[in-house]
């Protein structure tokens, strides 16, 4: 166990230095723009920057920041699943799901399967799309800004720059402001969080571990984060630009989670959750909301087909209704009395640090 | 139960008044108006039911509780929404189309004159947002776009907007519903001793 400790704090340790110059680039983006990591005051800048035609008419202006944030604003309180079939998809929309992750493979079968991972199919996504009404998330790799461009024309409701893929950039992220799609990145702590706001960011979920069904570093994350927002809540104003150097952030930004007190965007949480139990944790840690990837499709694995749909589906149910419930032990309790196996899983200390995802991006 | 709570409890708070969340019939019965909030109509539905609150609400708003629905609430309280079996409290005489505009991609802002707001018009924040494709009789038209479709509407003391005022610094409209809540208390009571209270719908 300490040994893990020693390698992961000397690993991240070599990441944060490798990211100050992209740190300071984005910090240079965000300060013409200052504005956008407002999404309140946003409103106006859109207003009075003289795209607006004031004619009171339709489509006056698209995309903009509070439109892309907004739609997270949207999901909060919500369960996002990653579906591989229109039949998931539809089994996750009866469930309850506020949105749908598209994928061609589950993290966990992503894992086992090895290989290069890439943006899933654009047929897939579409069909996916079509299936259901609530909005269609896709995974891109991380700076694969062309992988993004595609499915901004396929019309996908929200992209995610994903660990889970394999890198397409190991030094940068996609400037993802000029998208009309709105993007949502992982993040392990609070100076990870802002430089992907900083690049555009509408939206934040901590990363966890993909397709283990182990909680461990979902919550690692999660703390990490919310210490580091209280910490800068708590910290004197002349005492920011320090901070936001060691963080690798933008000053702007800074300041701007110390005005809120949480992060200017929706976050979520992501990377092994697999019970309604699991799901109530990070709400009460903190999180808008949550994304299941493997939890929901990978439970139930024992049976036959037809009871795995079932299984599935109230493990589906169970874990909306238990982050809609998240602070009532007496209502997770009968939320949980439904459901099956859970997924297996693999603890995440069993998983050598150089197959761990979350590593993948700074 | 699920949505964009946080921020219509932000608003009603900047206008002054007494804002909760609701999530079970128990803290429904101490509210004296409702917001139902923007978020995913299909994920609210299916958590009205499975939380037994859809009859307790239709039961308070048939009573003449303040409701406003925004956006995905809107289709909430919609008698009529083309693709759904049942509508979900179908208390409203309209019929909703949802996702109107088309995908994330296509939403959008506009400025926006609204029946009842003062001071110029409004910029209202469309989220892949539904459309009142028909008002009834009954129902009074409070915007529109300019090319005729309506955003906004009215029928007795329940309210439908087809965009976010609570994504915006503007609290006029939900000053408005406040005043709404007031007047209706007043009526209902003929002592003005009552507390406006009211809540954002649900989590």
Known sequence: ???????????????????RPAARTAAKAVSTKATS??????????ASN???AHGHGVGNTAATWTVKAGLAQMLKGGVIMDVVTVEHARIAEEAGACAV??????PSDIRAAGGVARMSHVKLIEDICRAVTIPVMAKVRI??????????????????ESEVLTPADDVHHIEKTPFKVPFVCGCRDLGEALRRIAEGAAMIRTKGEAGTGDIVEAVRHMRALWSGIRRVASARDEELPNMAKELGASLTLVQEVKRLGRLPVVNFSAGGIATPADAALMMQLGADGVFVGSGIFKSGADLDARARVKEQSAMATAIVRA???????????????????????????????????????? | MQGDFREHIDCLRTVGADAVEVRTEAEL????????????????????????????????????????????????LARRVPGLDRPPLGVMDITVDRNAFGRQVDSFEADLDIEGVTGGPMRAVFIRAPVIREAGAGVTVMAALADGRIVACREGNIWATSFHPELT???RLHGAFVALVQATLGEAVAAPSARPRRSAAAR
């Open chain 1, 1 to 19: 166990m300490a040994s893990t400790r020693t390698n992961r704090t000397g690993r991240g340790a070599q990441a944060s230095t490798n990211a």
């Open chain 1, 37 to 46: 990591a407002r999404p309140r005051s946003a409103t106006r800048a859109a």
């Open chain 1, 50 to 52: 003289g795209t607006a």
């Open chain 1, 101 to 106: 992750m598209a994928l061609e493979r589950v």
């Open chain 1, 143 to 160: 700076g694969h800004f062309v992988e993004a461009q595609i499915l901004e024309a396929v019309g996908v409701d929200y992209i995610d």
């Open chain 1, 323 to 362: 982050v809609t419930h998240f602070n009532d032990p007496a209502m997770l309790a009968e939320v949980s009395r439904g459901i099956g196996e859970p997924m297996r899983g693999q603890s995440v200390a069993s998983i050598p640090l150089s197959e761990q995802l979350a590593g993948r991006g700074n």
């Open chain 2, 29 to 76: 019965d101490a509210v004296d108006g409702l917001i139902i909030p923007g978020g995913e109509s299909t994920t609210i539905a299916r958590l009205l039911i499975a939380f037994d609150l859809m009859e307790p609400l239709r039961r308070r708003i048939r009573a003449g509780m303040p409701t406003w629905g925004t956006c995905a609430g809107a289709i909430i």
């Open chain 2, 169 to 171: 610094d503007d609290a």
